[in-house]
């Protein structure tokens, strides 16, 4: 489902999902996206907003780390593996 509005408030996202949202969001980090019981950070938001800060202390480590994580994510998720699979990786790495 694709909606555009002119708007970017939870209003938005109460319109499209209904009166209740119980499903797990995927977000840029937006304010608004707070109302998913479960968030999940788009993984082209985070790496971007990671490499930002390499010149920070500590920050060309976490780019690393960060960097590692998602291709290895890539890499097992381009293996096709079944959905059993995916939500035991996903219970191990939290």
């Known amino acids: ?3 555009i509005r002119p ?3 939870q209003d938005v996202l109460w319109e499209t999902f209904g009166g209740e949202i119980n499903c797990t969001g995927v977000a840029d980090g937006w304010r ?3 109302i998913f019981p479960v968030l ?3 993984w082209g938001h985070l790496i ?15 780019s690393k780390i960060i960097h590692v994580k998602f291709k290895a994510l890539k890499e097992f998720l381009g293996k096709d593996p079944p959905t059993s699979m995916q939500e035991q990786k996903q219970k191990k790495e939290v």
């Open 32 to 34: 608004a996206y707070s």
């Open 1 to 3: 489902m694709v909606v």
């Open 48 to 62: 971007r907003e990671v490499d930002a800060f390499r010149e920070k202390p500590d920050g060309k480590e976490l």
């Open 40 to 42: 999940q950070r788009c």
């Open 7 to 9: 708007s970017m408030d």
